[in-house]
């Protein structure tokens, strides 16, 4: 990986306080309050996009369980079309804030795209494929799944999936009791 992968995101915005306080209660604030500074901040334009570029290196360099928060800034940064942005998620995110663990090789990389962009009915469907491929080759011919197929699920990817559904919709799948069994 290059040098530069690893370089932190500079924000000159001494010169404004407001940005400053909204970037402290983005990373320090309640969810509500955080929600409400990230789209205050996407709406600064360039600096505001700065700061939610640093508030995801923050998370990730220090190892945060990923959150709705982070999921909703991802999403506000995939459409903006700037370079910077764009080299920043590519650099940074190439898959999502979601880390795509998979003890039974699948690629969830698809379903956390369709996510991002808030395709709903798409990622809904591509759930259900992605859990009958999970669930084996029988789940995959019917396209449906048995709720005690899940038992058989390698945790770490019903834990995926999981976060995927929290980080994006803010709702659990019902999967981490079940991974916690695993």
């Known amino acids: 990986m290059p040098e530069s992968a690893n370089a932190p995101v500079t924000v000159q915005s001494d010169s404004n306080p407001n940005l400053n306080h909204?970037?402290?209660?983005?990373?320090?604030?309640?969810?509500?309050?955080?929600l409400e500074a990230a789209a205050d901040l996407w709406d600064a334009g360039d600096a505001g996009y700065l700061m939610l570029q640093r508030f995801l290196l923050q998370r990730k360099t220090?190892?945060?369980?990923?959150?709705?928060?982070d999921g909703r800034c991802y999403e506000m940064l995939l459409p903006v079309e700037t370079p910077e942005t764009q080299a920043f998620l590519q650099q940074h995110f190439p898959n999502g804030v979601v880390p795509l663990k998979s003890d039974a090789g699948i690629d969830y990389e698809p379903l956390q795209r369709l996510l991002a962009v808030q395709?709903?009915?798409?990622?809904?469907?591509?759930?259900?494929?992605k859990?009958?491929?999970?669930?084996?080759?029988?789940?995959?011919?019917?396209k449906w799944i048995y709720f005690t197929d899940i038992e058989s699920c390698p945790a770490v990817d019903l834990?995926?999936?999981?976060?995927?559904?929290?980080?994006?919709?803010?709702?659990?799948?019902?999967?981490?009791?079940?991974a916690s069994f695993g």
């Open 62 to 69: 220090d190892n945060s369980p990923v959150t709705f928060v």
């Open 159 to 178: 834990q995926t999936i999981n976060t995927l559904g929290w980080s994006t919709l803010k709702v659990s799948l019902g999967f981490q009791c079940s």
């Open 22 to 34: 909204l970037e402290t209660q983005l990373m320090t604030g309640s969810e509500k309050v955080q």
């Open 119 to 129: 395709n709903f009915l798409e990622a809904d469907r591509m759930t259900l494929l």
């Open 131 to 142: 859990m009958c491929e999970l669930a084996g080759p029988a789940a995959v011919k019917r």
